[in-house]
């Protein structure tokens, strides 16, 4: 127990100093590299949790897909974060003042909590422990869960991302002018003839 309490306060503390050095880092790839670093800690938890499948997609989908491809992004877009920074100050009130009413809710849902006795077994307890049927692994009982009782949801999930996707793809579509686009149906259907001229060299002819 007290190996697991002493992990949990390791992983807690790092993924609170990890947040808010994704929101003081000037470097935005500084930033995407504390949110991985949160990720891997939030796996930590999971594992403790005894929730390993949700380790496993934490690290493999969000630490391999989503922040390297943030981290990508970052790094191949040209932006002048001096200039985005020159009306930080203009809009600093209005900001400060959003923060506060936030952190002021905050404050209020967690002064409203009340922990049952009999809602967790105890600190770092598995969630097998709190299964029915102890036999069933946590992999197994989310995937019924998840294509059983909220599977309408899951679907309405995926549909969600999906309109998501395509708007993000027609946000940034372009048209610019004398920008040469490759055609795939042209290249494929060429005829080897057009595009290859054979010629018989003598030797010490050259060209």
Do not use: C
Request: proline share 3%; hydrophobic share 60%; aromatic share 10%.
């Amino acid at each position: 127990m007290i190996i697991s309490a002493l992990a949990f306060y390791l992983f807690a503390t790092l993924i609170v100093a990890s947040g808010v050095m994704v929101i003081v880092s000037r470097n935005p790839v500084h930033s995407v590299l504390f949110l991985i670093l949160a990720f891997f800690n939030g796996a930590g938890l999971f594992i403790l949790l005894g929730a390993e499948f949700l380790a496993m997609i934490l690290v493999v989908v969000y630490v391999g897909a989503v922040a390297v491809l943030f981290l990508f992004v970052v790094m191949m877009l040209d932006i002048n974060f001096v200039k985005l920074r020159e009306g930080f100050l203009n809009y600093l009130p209005v900001g400060g003042l959003i923060g506060l009413i936030l952190l002021i809710e905050l404050l209020m849902v967690a002064g409203g909590w009340a922990f049952s006795a009999q809602a967790v077994p105890g600190p770092g307890a598995p969630l097998s422990a709190l299964a029915p049927d102890p036999g069933v692994s946590n992999t197994l009982a989310i995937g019924k869960l998840i294509y059983t009782h909220y599977f309408y949801l899951f679907q309405a999930a995926g549909l969600v991302l999906l309109v998501a996707m395509i708007g993000a793809i027609t946000l940034t579509l372009r048209t610019r002018k004398g920008v040469r686009k490759q055609n795939i149906a042209h290249q494929v259907s060429v005829n080897a003839k057009d595009r290859i001229e054979l010629k018989k060299v003598k030797i010490r002819g050259g060209v």
